[in-house]
């Protein structure tokens, strides 16, 4: 199958800034992928080559199988963006702002148009609001409006970058709601984050820019067991025992934790604090954190 | 799919000076009017520009031209710097519309609105000044080929400037000049001679001699002449223009 975005070998400078350095990534149809990295890695970079609005000096990007820069038409009508900066036209309404930009991709006004509108209005929670014009907007609420705009055409692929930056929580919640709808129906997302959770709980697949360098590309899963364990961690009354306590590192407040390379490792763990008279008064289990594996692999690159 | 992205642009490029069409419209209108009324007051028994023709009414579609040449840039110019500077160019740079697509919206919503306004100035003068329109068709012709002209001028700026103060300074220093010294308030035939041959190397005194040829049915020059130098000119901007946005010169980086 066709991927849904092809990137290869795409390099691009600024004067003597090596903005994207030999990127090569493939996205399937259908993917919820993550592009992470710290600020200044090259992500925004490589959406906006992808949309066009940066030209790379060497490599090709497709999306849908669709050259961005020799069949640039098919590709912009099959990617959505939202882009990391608020920005809107003061001169329209929510409503005119959506029907102009659904224009602009060669949609004509139609009642299928007005219904798709209409829904997406309502999925962003913006009905009430459609008619106001977009200065009276709070800046969540703008930036509700930009997905909604990046949706309008019903892009296969949609980009999102930074789309939850400075929104409340609900609205946090509510986007990721209908994002996971779009992705269940079809749609391929690349998703950009600072909120590593985010990424950790939606994404099937992560790639980790630094310096314009494509540093990890993995399933989540992947990446979280080969650079994340497991934790035990308790509060313990009495005192370990020499080889439990060469395997316990301690932690703040009195905690004490256990690497955990299976979690069947947890019962005798548990077992063993019991038999040598060991009370454990808390106990609890951290799952492997991608902030944890964003952290090591940064480092380590 | 491009004809119905090209006409959502050309009418949101009209919408917007539309929606604020006081400032874009009534404003300029009045300016004019301000303009005839103090000048035609001021030069009240001068010589006649042309046999049969007063100052006033030479006036007229001087003032139109001039309102509308400068309307027509300012409407591209100042929508695309605006939305550079905001960063909702994003919103048009982001579709699949092609260099002409822009081309050709921005430059007719100039032109549209340089119509409105232009014929606002007339329709306002005309009660001031009996002003006949001898030629209507060559008035139109030289009314869209001024104000695509200067529409397309000012695509080019609104690409070239990235802050206020530059296209103020493409305004001031290229735009003002080049309209105030193309005969709107005199007859080139009463300047001196090394100040006519300048005048005839400004392709503005073209546009305004060939506008108001359709009016009188008199000019400085052959509106011959005058068309061709104006459409050459039109030409070589669009050239520019269409060139700049291909390549996609500060949009694309």
Known sequence: MTSAVSIRGVEKRFGSLRALDQVSLEIEQGEFFALLGPNGAGKTTLISALGGLVRPDAGQLAVMGHDVAADYRLARARLGIVPQEIVFDPFFSVRETLFIQAGYFGIPRSAALTAWVDELLHKLALTVKADNNMRQLSGGMKRRVLVAQALVHRPPVIVLDEPTAGVDVELRQTLWAFVRELNQAGHTILLTTHYLEEAQQLCQRIAMLKQGRVVALERTEDLLSAFSDRVLRVKIEGSLKADLAARARPADDGWIEFVLHDLAEVEPLLASLRSTGVAVRRMEVTEPDLEEVFLHVMETH | ?253
Do not use: C
């Open chain 2, 1 to 253: 799919m491009a004809g119905i992205g090209f006409r959502t642009l050309l009418y949101k490029e009209v919408l917007r000076f539309w929606k604020v069409a006081f400032q874009t419209i009534a404003a300029p209108v009045l300016t004019a009017v301000l303009y005839l009324l103090i000048f035609a007051q001021a030069l009240r028994g001068t010589t006649e520009p042309f046999p049969g023709v007063s100052y006033a009414q030479f006036l007229v579609p001087g003032l139109a031209m001039m309102s509308m040449l400068q309307n027509a840039f300012a409407n591209s110019s100042s929508s695309l710097i605006q939305s550079k500077i905001t960063g909702n160019i994003l919103f048009i740079l982001l579709p699949p519309l092609s260099h002409w697509d822009l081309y050709w919206a921005y430059l007719l919503a100039s032109v549209a609105r340089a119509i409105a306004v232009g014929a606002g100035v007339f329709l306002v003068a005309v009660l001031m000044a009996d002003v006949p329109v001898r030629h209507p068709l060559w008035g139109l012709a030289f009314a869209l080929i001024g104000s695509g002209m200067l529409g397309a001028m000012g695509i080019i700026a609104g690409l070239w400037a990235d802050k206020f103060d530059q296209m103020a300074a493409f305004q001031n220093f290229i735009i003002m000049p080049l309209t105030f010294l193309s005969g709107v308030f005199y007859s080139i035939q009463g300047l001196p001679p090394v100040w006519q041959a300048v005048s005839h190397l400004n392709p503005f005194f073209y546009v305004i001699d060939g506008f108001r040829f359709g009016f009188f049915g008199q000019a400085d020059v052959s509106p011959w002449l005058s068309l061709a130098v104006a459409s050459t000119a039109f030409l070589a901007v669009s050239l520019v223009t269409v060139g700049l946005l291909k390549s996609g010169y500060k949009l694309r980086h």
